[in-house]
């Protein structure tokens, strides 16, 4: 049977949201030998029971920092009614601030760049660059609170609440701005997740689409575009590199490049190289994301081909999370998975929220 739109817009937010959780236990492996040895313990790593994350450790089935500023953006459309920045930044700094979860000796916005590395991994959730500028905003007054230097997935990762609400409204690019903005005030991010955001808009409004690719490329060169960023045709070209052969798996193409990263791990970056899209800064990790959408054959097999590639592999999870649920529908995504998400119950009921305040458009 044919997905109707609604079917496409929760299997958005509730794909991008269990890929987050089924990467979460190896989310940051960087280092390539112990990754081989952990995907030789288990080919299908999803939902590894005992976390080998070297950063932080969250029991199996919970979101990361990615995932819970998803789970957060959600909340406040859906309180609101649509996009309230206000509303989201103090959401934002209760949710990852003062008092929370998240509230720890290494997270702290404040903590001395020269203190002592911490042990790691730490017990609980790591917070991201962003947000950390974020709370030091936000507790000096400013008006504009989001970070000006961040460059990384954040704003990607958390798409799939926000395009779901305006998918195929014309202000949503803008309304997508003013959301990464909050926390991510940097040119760069911001053009990267409106494309993004246009990749998953097409899949929530047409379903699985072959020529998806030509189509985003064709809005990113149309000179009367919505919401026009200066960098769209930068994004553009970055998006039609040899990358996205269709006949080349997220893994073989990213072989060369996870390769590298033990050895260049500790040295400077001087220019771009293929092997930065394992981490999680843009314009590389949106590349690789977007690799791992346009050659999927399934839900499953893009997860586990995106986390066998190490790195920061929830962000790229998430994004090729949303894609995929868009495409396939609530019923595509396995039920062993959604069913070891922690949030997911949460996560569905809130979904359906959504659909029921977009009735009218829908």
Not at 225 to 236: F, I, M, T, Y
Not at 287 to 305: N, S, W, Y
Request: proline share 6%.
């Amino acid at each position: 049977m044919a997905l109707t739109l609604a079917d496409r817009a929760i299997g958005a937010i509730i794909g991008s949201a269990v890929a987050d959780a089924a990467a979460q236990p190896m989310h940051w492996v960087y280092d390539l030998q112990k990754l081989s040895q952990y995907l030789a313990q288990n080919p299908e790593p999803e939902f590894r029971p005992e976390s080998v994350n070297p950063f932080y450790r969250r029991e199996t089935g919970r979101q990361s920092c990615y995932g819970d500023q998803a789970f957060v953006l959600l909340e406040s459309l859906l309180e609101c009614g649509g996009l309230d920045e206000e509303d989201l930044k103090r959401r934002t700094y209760k949710f990852f601030g003062p008092g929370s979860e998240y509230d720890t000796p290494v997270n702290d916005p404040y903590r001395d760049k020269g203190a002592p590395r911490p042990q790691l991994p730490i017990e609980g959730p790591w917070t991201q660059a962003s947000l950390k500028s974020f709370i030091r905003n936000v507790d000096s007054g400013k008006t504009e609170t989001g970070c000006v230097s961040d460059t990384q997935m954040d704003g990607v990762a958390k798409l799939a609440p926000i395009v779901t609400f305006y998918a195929g409204k014309p202000e949503m690019l803008e309304k997508i701005e003013d959301a990464i903005r909050v926390t991510q005030n940097n040119d760069m991010c911001v053009a990267v997740t409106l494309a993004a955001a246009r990749f998953l808009e097409h899949f929530i409004l047409n379903g699985a689409d072959p020529d998806a690719l030509t189509a985003v490329l064709k809005q990113l060169n149309d000179p009367n575009r919505k919401n026009p960023q200066e960098l769209d045709k930068a994004v553009a070209g970055l998006s039609r590199t040899e990358r996205f052969t269709p006949n080349r798996s997220v893994y073989i193409i990213t072989t060369k490049l996870c390769r590298n990263v033990k050895n260049r791990w500790n040295r400077p970056f001087k220019e771009p190289s293929d092997w930065s899209v394992v981490f999680a800064g843009l314009p590389g990790a949106f590349q690789a994301a977007l690799h791992g959408v346009l050659t999927a054959v399934g839900f499953e097999q893009a997860v586990r081909e995106n986390m066998s590639c190490g790195g920061c592999s929830c962000s790229r999870s998430s994004f090729i999370g949303a894609c995929i649920g868009a495409q396939v529908g609530l019923q595509g995504i396995p039920a062993s998975w959604k069913s070891r998400t922690s949030r997911y119950g949460t996560l569905l009921e809130l979904a359906r929220s959504v659909k029921v305040l977009q009735r009218l458009s829908w």
